[in-house]
């Protein structure tokens, strides 16, 4: 059985943090790179943050250099802490594999306003 179950997300002002938490069922987890995705009114879901088994990570040009990706593989979690804040980053994440399965958890809502 898959589970995805994200959240962390909330109401925070520019230049602000958040961090987002997924847990993850073991079957997807322990075997695939994990990603946060993340989707804005009107627009198309997009991947910001990959993490491979290994650690290895990868970054949108968007959130380059303010996001960070991590995962604890005891506990089938991947994180992202998410500095620097953005209006634009106000979205709906999601954490999937990467690529993604056609699966998606409930996703948390972030929202950047002053």
């Known amino acids: 059985q898959v589970q995805l179950v994200e959240s962390g997300g909330g109401l925070v002002q520019p230049g602000g943090s958040l961090r987002l938490s997924c847990a993850a069922s073991r079957n997807i987890f322990s075997i695939n790179p994990m990603g946060w995705y993340r989707q804005a009114p009107g627009k198309q879901r997009e991947l910001v943050a990959l993490i491979t088994r290994d650690g290895k990570t990868t970054y949108a040009d968007s959130v380059k250099g303010r996001f960070t990706i991590s995962r604890d593989n005891a506990k089938n979690t991947v994180y992202l802490q998410m500095n620097s804040l953005k209006p634009e980053d106000t979205a709906v994440y999601y954490c999937?594999?990467?690529?993604?399965?056609?699966?998606w958890g409930q996703g948390t809502q972030v929202t950047v306003s002053s």
């Open positions: 999937n594999t990467a690529p993604s399965i056609n699966y």
